[in-house]
């Protein structure tokens, strides 16, 4: 082989060589950018202010050491990877993490708050189920809609009145608080009893509710005040509750403290007495629900008293009863943009999740106060309109249509649909009210 040729077969080994080497580096480059899909918070570019609750910020450095921010592990399996909310990590606006199997998103910066319980987290949109998943689910206790019917202790057992098949809960009211933070008796023991049986039967759960407006003439309010007057007092109140719970066998408290107010005392006593309720039951396995005004006023005006109903109170129940009708006589008794709008307020203006959120409807109507199946009675044709000729009266109720249109608004919207109260509805079942509903969630 000559030099030309010698020369010219080294100049293409040594290319060679350089080019398998760009090669692999760039190879070993791309593999560690698609590791690195973790997000790790706690960067320092911008020094965040905390604010000290008074008129002046300092940074944060002067607030608080420094904190070593640990690598966090992602906890999803596919899709976009999210880091483990972490107690001691610093976040900022914008980072997302994952608790409790949800994804949240920081407003600001943030240290130690817990996601889905403090204002700096927002709930980050959900991936919509495939396509052959979005039918709409059924009434029965495996659904996420829920269906809650209150049953009055004062009425004898109806089993006719309870279509299990449509019911998920039911509200056994009322245990009835005393002064010196006791629970008078129930005063219908054995239909409590047999109602819990044929509801675990059909895998429909009952709750005890603890309350309501009055108890012989007198208001309830005022009661609870004084029965939650100390910690003492709350806890054993509490307890008195609990223990009623276990003797029957009730899944679970619906709280009708109707209604603690702004101002005054009832508002930090009735929280105190939720977050009690809500580790004692919790901790047993139990649900914990509460009854709330509705919000707003027919005419759309913001209650003064709906913030007695704290965040940390609506943090720690599973689930609120919205209670949208008495907004007065005739047309405002419980039209349906007075439902929509007391929605809007508990999942807009309090930004509670909707699926936290259950819409009450009444089987009655006003004035008179009539039960609907009465109502039929005075006018068969009742069912098809909303409002009837009672006893020289023109009462306002929620006909066939209303219900099933509210019934649907909460199933595509809200957690599900309250009834007050069950024995109000007819034994008729092509007329019945919650017969609609099963119709309205389908």
């Known amino acids: 082989m000559d030099k030309r040729k010698t020369g010219i077969f080294l100049l293409i080994f040594l290319l060679g060589l350089i080019a398998g080497f760009l090669l692999s580096s760039a190879v070993r480059g791309h593999a560690a950018a698609d590791t690195s899909g973790s997000r790790i918070s706690g ?254 006023s027919a005419d759309g005006n913001i209650y003064y008293d709906a913030a007695a109903h704290s965040d940390a109170v609506l943090n720690a129940v599973d689930w609120i009863h919205v209670m949208a009708y008495d907004g007065g006589d005739g047309e405002r008794h419980s039209s349906y943009d007075f439902a929509v709008n007391s929605a809007a307020y508990w999942c807009g203006t309090r930004k509670m999740p909707a699926g936290k959120v259950v819409l009450g409807v009444p089987f009655y109507g006003r004035p008179g106060w009539a039960g609907y199946g009465d109502i039929l009675a005075a006018d068969p044709d009742a069912g098809n309109k909303d409002h009837a000729m009672v006893s020289g009266m023109d009462v306002w109720y929620n006909g066939i249509s209303t219900i099933e249109k509210k019934t649907a608004y909460a199933r595509d919207n809200l957690g599900g649909i309250m009834i007050w109260e069950l024995t109000q509805d007819t034994d008729d079942s092509g007329k019945s009210l919650l017969s609609a509903i099963g119709r309205g969630i389908q």
Request: proline residues 8%; aromatic residues 8%; glycine residues 8%.
């Open 43 to 296: 960067r320092q570019e911008n020094v965040p202010l905390i604010t000290t609750g008074e008129d002046s910020a300092l940074p944060a450095s002067q607030e608080q050491a420094a904190v070593s921010i640990p690598a966090p592990q992602a906890i999803l399996t596919s899709g976009p990877s999210y880091a483990e909310w972490d107690k001691n990590t610093t976040y900022t606006g914008g980072d997302q993490v994952a608790c409790g199997g949800k994804i949240y998103i920081a407003r600001w910066w943030t240290l130690g708050d817990i996601p889905g319980q403090a204002d700096v987290w927002e709930a980050a949109p959900q991936t919509p189920p495939p396509a052959d998943s979005q039918a709409a689910p059924k009434a029965g206790a495996s659904s996420p809609v829920k269906v809650v019917g209150y049953y009055p202790d004062w009425k004898s057992y109806q089993p006719q009145k309870l279509q299990m098949d449509v019911l998920t809960h039911i509200a056994y009211a009322f245990a009835i608080p005393t002064p010196d933070s006791r629970l008078l008796p129930l005063e219908n023991p054995e239909t409590a009893v047999r109602l819990i049986e044929d509801a675990h039967k059909n895998q429909v759960k009952v709750l005890l509710a603890v309350g309501g407006w009055s108890y012989n003439g007198a208001e309830l309010e005022p009661v609870f005040v004084s029965a939650t007057s100390t910690s003492e007092k709350t806890r054993q109140l509490g307890d008195e509750i609990l223990a009623m719970c276990n003797e029957y066998g009730f899944d679970g408290v619906d709280m009708d403290w109707e209604h603690p107010r702004v101002d005054g005392p009832s508002k930090n006593q009735y929280q105190e007495l939720i977050l009690y309720l809500a580790d004692t039951l919790h901790a047993q396995g139990k649900l914990l629900t509460s009854a709330v005004v509705s919000g707003v």
